[in-house]
């Protein structure tokens, strides 16, 4: 029985190794494309022949549509990051297949009610957003699969704990949110 568990312990943290790995790949390259982004903007203002009032867009000219957008996907992102989602969703009695699937189904549902959204953001800001969507689900799978179904669900919470406290730069929502505050700065 030790040796079970030592077992299962090595592939854990070969599991949340390889997550990590991941997760720095995944974000490395999300934030080129953000500083690519950046500068193309920085760029596209002052190569512009517009004048100074003609490039800067008033308030009150601003769509409440699009900021209103940029606040629900802000939430959104918050609501769907794995320190968030599992404070709010304690595994209690449920196996880990139980667990997996309620969080899944949090994300999805949260990313579902929120996907008209799309339309009043840039392309860029939706893809973060679904990147974070993404990134969550492969690491609760990912976790879930290591595991086993049949454990207790509380292994898979403390495996997303161990996760997050192994590295706390292994979530993209916190890129995700910097992403959307600079589109609505963009817009004031």
Not at 165 to 184: I, M
């Amino acid at each position: 029985m030790l040796e079970r568990d030592t077992i299962q312990f090595i592939a854990l943290i070969v599991l949340l190794l390889i997550v990590i790995t991941y997760l720095a790949i995944v974000n490395n390259n999300l934030r080129k494309t953000i500083t690519t982004l950046f500068a193309k903007m920085q760029s596209s203002q002052n190569s512009s022949n517009l004048s100074a009032n003609q490039q800067t867009i008033s308030p009150k000219t601003t769509s409440p549509l699009v900021l209103q957008a940029i606040e629900r996907l802000t939430i959104l992102a918050e609501r769907i990051a794995l320190p968030n989602l599992i404070q709010r969703n304690p595994p209690g009695v449920l196996n880990t297949q139980q667990y997996k699937e309620l969080l899944i189904a949090q994300i999805v549902g949260e990313f579902d009610y929120n996907l008209s959204q799309q339309i009043y953001v840039s392309t860029t800001a939706w893809q973060a957003v679904t990147n974070l969507k993404d990134q969550n689900i492969f690491i609760i799978n990912q976790i879930a699969d290591t595991i086993g179904n049949n454990a207790a669900g509380i292994q898979a919470y403390n495996a997303i704990v161990d996760l997050l406290q192994a590295n706390p730069q292994s979530s993209l929502h916190t890129v995700v949110v910097e992403v959307l505050r600079h589109e609505a700065q963009q817009m004031l």
